[in-house]
């Protein structure tokens, strides 16, 4: 018998792995109309769908929305910026926008600012120590990855509050809407706000350029093409969104695991060569939900 496929019912978001294993073994390509679209299961049929961009877009805002945006104008202001958004388009926008990135977020700056990221961790363990317990999440795996991706952008700490509600408001718009609420109104806001800060730091960055990846995107260039000032602002509210609660779930979900498993935590902490396997393991757990 089907079980209950709501898949934004909160039963199913607390557990979906025998909903992910069912659809998989019966109805691999799947129609929801919670999510008014199609899930599909299947890691073969997920790579074919990513490979076959003249069948498939990933172009919702411009080509999917747009048929629904002009009853609802809140929908507007979304779709205006996400639309600008790298994962939100198809090539050949996306191979140019991708390249124009590429030439600003580099594994070697990432290098460059280890000694900060781990000053910034050092910083919030000491203050959990200074406590004596910590909330992981709320303590650790909720502030860091804004924290990190503030210094990259080059927003200073002091607007990181902020900043962190209007992206939080967007992700209860993008990340599923599981309470059900009708959050476009929401959403919109916070995009607004967070546009009108980028824009205004991006002013900050003309005057004063920086080595920041906000500064280093306003100056990238290739075969002759840079990114719009308008490309530049919502590709930052892009990776502000998009590292953010990814990774706070990453982090969670990979503490969980490990406690669960000791076994491995002890590996872990006897090798930590085996880091980035783990990381591995723990995006498995968080992006592809595959049943341990
Ligand atoms: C555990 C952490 C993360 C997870 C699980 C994750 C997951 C994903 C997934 C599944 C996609 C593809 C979405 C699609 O094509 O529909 C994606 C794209 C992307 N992510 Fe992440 N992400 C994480 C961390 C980050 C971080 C830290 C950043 C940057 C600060 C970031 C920036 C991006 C960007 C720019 C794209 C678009 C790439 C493109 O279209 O070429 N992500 N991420």
Redesign the pocket.
């Known amino acids: 018998m089907a079980p209950d496929l709501a898949l934004k019912s909160p039963p199913n978001v607390q557990d979906p792995f025998p909903i992910y294993r069912w659809l998989r073994e019966h109805d691999p390509v799947h129609w929801s109309d919670g999510f008014n679209g199609w899930v599909v299961t299947r890691y073969d049929d997920v790579l074919e769908i990513?490979d076959r961009t003249e069948l498939f877009s990933?172009d919702r805002f411009r080509r999917v929305e747009p048929r629904h945006a002009s009853r609802r104008p809140e929908v507007r202001v979304v779709a205006d910026v996400l639309s600008e958004?790298?994962?939100?388009?198809d090539p050949p926008d996306?191979t140019r926008?991708?390249a124009l990135?590429q030439r600003s977020?580099t594994p070697r700056r990432l290098e460059d600012l280890r000694p900060r990221i781990r000053a910034i961790i050092e910083g919030l363990l000491e203050d959990v120590v200074a406590d004596g317990e910590m909330d992981f999440v709320r303590d650790f795996a909720f502030p860091l990855?804004a924290l990190?991706?503030a210094l990259?952008l080059g927003v200073p700490s002091r607007d990181i509050e902020p900043i962190k509600l209007w992206s939080d408001r967007l992700a209860a718009y993008l990340g599923g809407a599981v309470d059900g609420r009708d959050n476009f109104g929401e959403a919109s806001a916070g995009v607004a706000s967070l546009v009108d800060y980028f824009r205004r730091l991006l002013g900050e960055k003309i005057s004063s350029p920086g080595d920041d990846l906000m500064s280093l995107m306003l100056r990238a260039e290739h075969d002759g093409d840079r990114l719009s000032h308008e490309e530049v602002v919502s590709?930052c509210v892009?990776?502000?969104f998009?590292?953010?609660e990814?990774?706070t779930?990453?982090?969670g979900n990979g503490l969980f695991h490990l406690l669960r498993h000791p076994d491995q935590m002890d590996a872990l902490v006897a090798h930590p060569e085996l880091a980035p396997s783990a990381?591995e393991d723990?995006?498995a757990s968080?992006?592809r939900c595959l049943p341990r």
Not at 85 to 89: A, G, S, Y
């Open positions: 990513f990933a958004w790298l994962v939100f388009r996306h926008l991708r990135l977020f990855p990190v991706i990259l590709n892009l990776l502000l998009a590292g953010h990814t990774t779930n990453l982090l990381v723990s995006c968080t992006v």
